[in-house]
Every structure is written in structure tokens, then in C-alpha cells.
């Protein structure tokens, strides 16, 4: 009951916010939206619900929005960066394993579904950006492995700078022009028509709910199972998790390599919808966003990095004046959060394997 | 009987440093084996070299009729030895009842399609693994066993420990390491936790225990048998009474007279 009715608030709020055009009423929004945080906060307030209810408020607030093209794209990038944010707190938040080239991986597998769209059916296009970016994850792992701390994340680093370099100087890849897409069809459906009068954006919205499930229910039910405890003990002991019996470079690989995976396939939901992919849109900047969305929105916690993913998302589109100094005004919210609320926005509530 | 564990000229060397040097010790079965001597002795090392966290310089190890000198850590879990650590490495934000799972990490299915997708034969499972994990603490602390959902970091540092044992056992060892576990608790807490060890070794029968230990009396009153060591080697070996007794020993704890 509880649950329904914030999930109502936030639709309607979601949508006041999306709708307005005023720098004022914006603020004053967002300022209203901050004040309840704080109360909530304040008041401890605890939240618990089906998720579906969460789906079901995105949809109705897709229908409410059904002709605004706009809000409607937002919307859909929210959903890509949750699914792929998904992915990297696999790696982050359960097996420790620091990811700073999730925007390589996204690339991957938006690059993979360039490739092979015009041949391949494009669902199985779509799985096969998952696979492209486990397989290349799976190479990148190896000095992962042989390094610790700052030192694997200094790895990752270098990957998703020589990542880019290669996209650009590559030609069969387009070189810094890049490819284009075509229009993306699952069965029956033409995601670039109009659905009847409404925008055609719906249906990436539609498609985007249903990843953003299927990745949701993937990373829900890998925390709460025996893999879920192997993986936070990797990422919390190595010693002890290696005197129990558990194969640390093991689970790391396959936190890797799920996350990839994941991560893969909303890079690749992501090239169709855009319809035109290029090295820019997968520079190191964008890997440091993610990482940020995770750290804001609590680590390990899928509710926690979709909130990050809509503010981080929305607020630049939406006031601006903060557009230009967007990275700037970031990096100071990732620096304060992790001075002042190490556990994120939503910190990650404790496993209870048994209810 | 033959010995469970046998150690021959076991070395460890830490550059120019010998932390175990050329160790010769035997556990017979369903023993406790009391490993004493003073701080940087080697005791820990002996430790980490039989676990497979240090790679032994020279020496073998043999237990239970295999040679597990160089076994991987994994590994030697595999077979049967569990282990204490001297500092408390718990998982603590994570659930005195996660914590115990990480110790029964070889009797849990862990492939993807059991996880994901077989819910309900892994919900029937952690329902099995509840119940014992409760059982086996109630042994401990029938309190504690009502508190498994609780944050381990939230547990004061006797429960603590109780839970690092129990994270020990109840994967069913045959050779249990407890590594000073009387380290920040107090003499009649230590007691305790001894005897509760010794209750479950007598329920599970066939369980060998080797015990680094400070506290004398907990020596004096549980093991059947110690080892001394000073500098790496073994400098006594006997039961405590005679053991206490020897010039050497007395020696390398308080020093020429």
C-alpha cells in the first residue's frame, strides 16, 4: 500500500518534472524532490515492495508522455544506463572487481550490433553485443587478475582509453565518422513507426522495461543465492574467501564476465536507438559516469543506481545552466557523497537468505 | 593409529629469515595438539604453510595418507582442514548466517543454473543449511543462534568468535586450526568457548584439533600433547606438565636467568 502510493507520487512527480519547461518551476521541482529526500531520510524511512510496481510506474509514466519524442528518449536512456549499470555493480558492488571501462564494454556491444544488424536478426543482434562484450571482457580479466587495488582499476583505465584510439583509427569500424544502424524490428514490430498517434520512442521505452527486468531479476537473484556469498566474500577477503575453498580468480571472472554481458546488451539496445554509433559516444568520460552512478546511488544496490541513473540523466537536460559544467558539478557530488555518505543515496540493505 | 598429519623438515623462509625451520611434528587422530611458543615463533606460520597460504621452502607435508605440501589453499579446504585466523576475518556487513556459508562453501551447488534458475530446490536448500548452521550455534550460544540474519560487524567480539569456529566446523573437517582464540576475549570466556569446541568434537567424533594458545591453563586443561616452538624450531614436545617443566622452555618464554 505504502509502496503504491510513493510509486503514484513518483510518477507524478517524474512527469510534472519531464513536462516542465520554466528554469523556475524546474528548480522548484527539484528542490521539492530534495526536501522529501532529506525527510525521508530524516525519518528513516524504509521503503519495500514488488518491483513490478516500480515497471508499472514507468510505464503509465511512458503512456502519460506518449507524444512528448523528448521525455520519451530520456526516459529510454534512464532504462539502457540502469540495465548496464546493472552489469558493472555485478563486477563493483558483489565481486569488487573495478570496472572504469563500462563505456568500452557498452561500445562493444553497440558496435557489435552495427556489424551485424543487417545480417542477423536483430534479437539475437542484441544478445550477441551481450557475447561480443563477455568475450573481449574475458581478455581484459587476465591482467585484472594479476593486479590489485588502484592497480586493476589503473588497467581498466588504459583499456578504455586504447579502446577508443582503436575505434578511431580503425576504418572497417568507420574510423571517427563510425557506422549507422538500421531501423531496429523484432518480429512484427518497426520500432521507428508511430504507434498510432503516439511516438514511436514507446516502444524503445517498452523494450527498455523489459532488459531493465530481465537484468533486474538476473542481479536479484545472483545476490540472493550461494553465488551472491561467494561473490561478497571475494570482494570482502580474499584470505579468508581462499581458505574456504573459494576460487578467487573463479568468481572473479564470472562476475566479469555476467556483468560484461549485461552491460553489452544495453550498448547494443543503445545503437538502435540512437541509429548511429561513433568513438565519442564511448570516451573514458562516459565510463567515469557510470562508475559515478554507482557510487551516488548506493554500490550493490539495483534501486540505489537506478535513482543515480535518473538524476544524473535528467538534471543536465533539464536545468540548463548546469549542462556546461556538468562533469564538474559530478565529480563534486561523487566527492561529497563518498565523504559523507560512503553507502551511496540507497545504501545496499543487509542479504537475508532466509525469510 | 597412524598420525592424521605428519610434517617432515617443514621450512618456511622469509628471505633471510627462517620462520619454520626443518619442523618434524605429528597429530594423531582425534587429538588436540597444543602449539605454543613465544610471539614470533613460527606458530602462525605453521599456519599459513600447512593451509597453502605460504608455499613451504622445503619439507613435506602428510595428511591423512596424501602428500598436500603444495597444495593451494582451495585445495587443502578440499580435503578436510579449516582454519581460525588470529585477527577475526569475518565478512561483517554481511550475515552471521552468510559468514557461516562462506565455510561451507564445499557442500553449497554454486553453478549458474541451480541459482538462477532452480529457486526452489536453492530455497530448500538454504532451509537445510539454516537449520544445521542454527544447530551448530545453539552449541556455542542458544542466543546467538536466534540472531544468524544480524550483521556480523554488529555482534560483540566473543560472538564473534563463536561465529569464526562455527564458520570453521560446519563444513565437517577433520582437522580443525584455531589460531589464538582466546585473543580479545577473557579468561572464563575462553574456557567456555574450549569446552563448547570440545562438546562438538565429541559429537562429531573423529575431529583432530591443533590449538595456538597463549593462556596456559586453556593448554594445561585441553590438549593432550603440545609442541614448543622458539625461532622456527621445535625446541619441546610432550604433554604440558612435562613440557612446562623443561629448562628450554622456560628458557625461551622468560629469558636467561
Redesign the interface.
Known sequence: MKAAAVAAVATAFAWLLLRAESQTSISLLLLLAVAAGVAAARLRFRLSGPSVLAFAAVAVLALLLREDDFSLLLLTRILIVVVACLGLNVQFGYAGVVNFAGASFFGVGGYTAAILAPRLPHLLVLLLGGAAAALVGSILILPVLRTRGHYAALVTIAFALLFRTFLEVNDTLGGPQGLKLPELVIGPFHFNDPVFDASFYLRYVALGLVLAALALG?VQ??ER???G??L??VR??E?????????IARWKIAAFTIGNFITGVAGALSAFMIGFIAPNNYAFSESLILVSILLLGGIGNPWGLALASAIVIVLPEKLQTIQEYRFLIFAAVVILILLFRPAGLLPRP?????T | MTALLSCRALTRRFGGLVALDRLDLEVERGTVLGLIGPNGSGKTTFFNVL?G?FPASGGEIGFDGAAITDL???QV??IGI??T?QRS???????I??NL???N??H???D?WF??VR?KA?RR???EQ?AAARELLRIFDPPLAER????AGRIPMIDRRRVEVC?ALI?RPKLLLLDEPSAGMTHDETLRLMDDILKVQQQIGSLTIILIEHEMSVIERITSRCVVLNYGKKIAEGAYAQVAQDAQVKQAYLGLE
Open positions: 538476473v537473484r545472483l543465492s550461494w553465488i556469498v561467494a561478497d566474500a570482502l577477503d584470505i579468508a574467501a581462499a581458505s574456504f575453498g573459494l576460487s543487509l542479504r537475508r537468505l532466509k | 593451509t597460504i593451494a589453499p582451495q579446504y578440499r579449516a582454519r585466523f576475518r569475518l565478512c561483517l556487513p554481511l550475515s548466517f552468510d556459508m562462506v565455510g562453501h564445499r553449497l551447488r554454486h549458474l541459482n538462477l529457486r536453492l536448500q538454504i532451509g539454516f544468524m540474519l544480524e550483521p564458520r563444513s
